[in-house]
């Protein structure tokens, strides 16, 4: 973020994930010479406050040098983590990111971020669906969040009807990042490749921002 101040909340980053299909855990994958969740961490911490990961386990996050916060209803999934996320963030907001976004663009994360007054979510909508893993959330999202999981329903954005939200269209974030490489995730061992070929790239050209 150069000398540009930083946003007056923090990130949290979900790794609840299961790595089903790359087949090991995601976040310690090396990418450009450090684990990814390094990466997604650096690029958060650019932007925002502080960064902390939200998790099952804590310790295998702090034994790597993170704050970490372990899910304060476990076994709910992703929506579990965005609770713990809105409830440990300390902080009127909460950028929340997933552990295996290693191309977040900063542009896109100032963009959403500067917007955050105006809602209790600000979600960007990609090809009409909206990426609840690249969004802002406001510390009145937690009672909403809360009854979703109490009732079962682990929809991540069910509770989006009981808050306020504004969905900032692609043809609006399009402007911070034109390819869209922000959702880029690491699903995949193609997903991996694809990455280490991109990092490959911005080594020889620049770097992501």
């Known amino acids: 973020m150069g000398s540009a101040a930083r946003f007056p909340f923090p990130a949290a980053i979900l790794a609840g994930g299961r790595s089903q299909r790359m087949g090991r855990d995601k976040f310690l994958l090396p990418l450009g010479g450090e684990p990814v969740i390094r990466r997604v961490a650096r690029l958060l911490g650019s932007v925002f ?15 790597l040098g993170f704050e970490a916060a372990e899910d304060l209803l476990p076994g709910n999934d992703s929506l ?14 909460v950028f929340v990111a997933g552990c295996d976004m290693p191309f977040l663009q ?25 990426e609840p893993l690249c969004a802002v959330y406001g510390r009145a999202c937690e009672p909403a ?5 109490e009732a079962g329903r682990l929809k991540m954005v069910g509770f989006h009807e ?22 880029r995730n690491l699903n995949t061992p193609e997903d991996y490749a694809w990455a280490l070929d991109a990092v490959a790239g911005e080594e020889e050209g620049g770097d992501a921002g």
């Open 80 to 93: 579990g983590g965005l609770h713990a996320a809105v409830s440990r963030a300390g902080a009127p907001h």
């Open 162 to 183: 009981e808050v306020r939200v504004v969905r900032v269209e692609e043809a609006e974030w399009r402007a911070w990042d034109p390819e869209g490489l922000s959702f």
């Open 145 to 149: 969040i809360r009854g979703r999981i």
């Open 106 to 130: 900063l542009s896109l994360l100032r963009g959403l971020a500067s917007r955050a007054a105006e809602a209790d979510v600000v979600i960007p909508l990609r090809e009409g669906y909206p």
């Open 49 to 63: 406050s502080r960064v902390f990961v939200v998790a099952a386990r804590a310790r295998p996050f702090e034994e």
